[in-house]
């Protein structure tokens, strides 16, 4: 694989088999199956004008029980992250690992030395003073939460920027480390907008931290950071309670099925805990590989996770989708 490389390339998995996209399966991709209801007519946006956000700003605020004075906007989750990177202009960050990829990519694009500490073997590890701490929480590509509490007190206590990624944490009923942001005075929060909502052609990151830290983040941002129409999409979406209710609750009842199915696989060595919308599995016996060339059969695409950091070719993250697609998966796995 590509050391940077993502699931959910539905294009070039569909030209592989010489089929439509809509007959392909992806449970590649951690993006919520269920999408909140939006009616929008396009004629009726002004595009013909500059965007304003104002309105989508309030919209993040209320959803996420702050203020519009600790968000900044961005063009997606891994351009708040890579724009982070260059704004702190630090020389050393940890990444408790495997992570997100472009947290390692951001490091190495930036001139930034970095640790990896591996979280299922040795999370306690020693962090250097005033380095970058990244946490995603819950985590990719396993999916489990950390209460990370003690975690945030003894990074503050050595001087580091702490950036934890919460993009996740909308699948859960966990409680976010917002609470922190003017205790921790270098506390970031990354959310991105696209995983729970549904809309990953939607671009919009968020940074969350103290209003120092976000007026500081403002001198250095583009002024047009989304499109109109990505703004228009966002304010309608959040406005979705009902979706807001339902989907927590569809995606649980889902995951537990997905878990029977994969817990009933004769190759599945381990199953990871997961409190996200997917699991990371080990395999026994064979290889990634193998499954996904067996899966192309029934049209079915996995992620091959063998880039993240302290993983090989043995481990596939299989995300949580309808109970249809959930069923095609057993079947194909049945008959392996």
Same mark, same amino acid.
């Given at each position: 694989?590509?050391?940077?490389?993502?699931?959910?390339?539905?294009?070039?998995?569909?030209?592989?088999?010489?089929?439509?996209?809509?007959?392909?399966?992806?449970?590649?991709?951690?993006?919520?199956?269920?999408?909140?209801?939006?009616?929008?007519?396009?004629?009726?946006?002004?595009?013909?004008?500059?965007?304003?956000?104002?309105?989508?700003?309030?919209?993040?605020?209320?959803?996420?029980?702050?203020?519009?004075?600790?968000?900044?906007?961005?063009?997606?989750?891994?351009?708040?992250?890579?724009?982070?990177? %260059?704004?702190?202009?630090?020389?050393?960050?940890?990444?408790?690992?495997?992570?997100?990829?472009?947290?390692?990519?951001?490091?190495?694009?930036?001139?930034?030395?970095?640790?990896?500490?591996?979280?299922?073997?040795?999370?306690?590890?020693?962090?250097?003073?005033?380095?970058?701490?990244?946490?995603?929480?819950?985590?990719?590509?396993?999916?489990?939460?950390?209460?990370?509490?003690?975690?945030?007190?003894?990074?503050?206590?050595?001087?580091?920027?702490?950036?934890?990624?919460?993009?996740?944490?909308?699948?859960?009923?966990?409680?976010?480390?917002?609470?922190?942001?003017?205790?921790?005075?270098?506390?970031?929060?990354?959310?991105?907008?696209?995983?729970?909502?549904?809309?990953?052609?939607?671009?919009?990151?968020?940074?969350?931290?103290?209003?120092?830290?976000?007026?500081?983040?403002?001198?250095?941002?583009?002024?047009?950071?989304?499109?109109?129409?990505?703004?228009?999409?966002?304010?309608?979406?959040?406005?979705?309670?009902?979706?807001?209710?339902?989907?927590?609750?569809?995606?649980?009842?889902?995951?537990?099925?997905?878990?029977?199915?994969?817990?009933?696989?004769?190759?599945?060595?381990?199953?990871?805990?997961?409190?996200?919308?997917?699991?990371?599995?080990?395999?026994? %016996?064979?290889?990634?590989?193998?499954?996904?060339?067996?899966?192309?059969?029934?049209?079915?695409?996995?992620?091959?996770?063998?880039?993240?950091?302290?993983?090989?070719?043995?481990?596939?993250?299989?995300?949580?989708?309808?109970?249809?697609?959930?069923?095609?998966?057993?079947?194909?796995?049945?008959?392996?």
């Amino acid at each position: 694989m590509n050391d940077f490389s993502h699931g959910g390339n539905i294009e070039q998995f569909a030209k592989q088999l010489s089929c439509e996209e809509s007959n392909i399966i992806d449970l590649s991709s951690n993006i919520n199956f269920l999408k909140p209801q939006v009616n929008i007519n396009l004629n009726t946006i002004n595009i013909s004008t500059y965007p304003t956000y104002s309105k989508l700003y309030q919209a993040i605020a209320n959803n996420y029980n702050t203020t519009i004075d600790n968000i900044e906007l961005y063009n997606g989750g891994s351009s708040a992250i890579f724009e982070l990177f %260059n704004h702190l202009n630090l020389n050393h960050c940890t990444i408790y690992s495997p992570a997100y990829l472009e947290y390692k990519k951001a490091a190495i694009t930036y001139n930034y030395e970095y640790d990896l500490i591996n979280r299922f073997t040795n999370i306690t590890r020693a962090v250097k003073e005033n380095s970058l701490v990244i946490f995603v929480n819950p985590s990719t590509p396993d999916g489990k939460f950390y209460n990370i509490e003690e975690y945030l007190e003894a990074w503050d206590k050595l001087g580091c920027t702490i950036l934890i990624d919460e993009s996740f944490l909308d699948f859960t009923n966990y409680k976010s480390v917002l609470q922190y942001v003017n205790k921790y005075k270098k506390l970031y929060i990354l959310k991105s907008m696209t995983k729970y909502y549904s809309c990953a052609g939607i671009r919009c990151g968020v940074i969350i931290s103290n209003s120092t830290n976000i007026q500081k983040l403002r001198q250095t941002t583009a002024q047009w950071k989304l499109s109109t129409l990505d703004s228009h999409y966002l304010v309608e979406a959040l406005e979705d309670n009902l979706f807001k209710k339902t989907s927590k609750a569809i995606n649980i009842k889902n995951n537990q099925y997905l878990y029977k199915v994969l817990s009933n696989f004769k190759y599945t060595h381990k199953i990871y805990q997961s409190d996200a919308n997917f699991y990371l599995i080990k395999l026994k %016996n064979i290889n990634v590989q193998l499954l996904q060339e067996h899966l192309k059969k029934y049209k079915i695409m996995i992620r091959d996770c063998s880039n993240f950091d302290f993983l090989d070719y043995t481990y596939t993250r299989i995300a949580v989708k309808d109970i249809k697609s959930i069923y095609l998966l057993k079947e194909a796995l049945d008959n392996f």
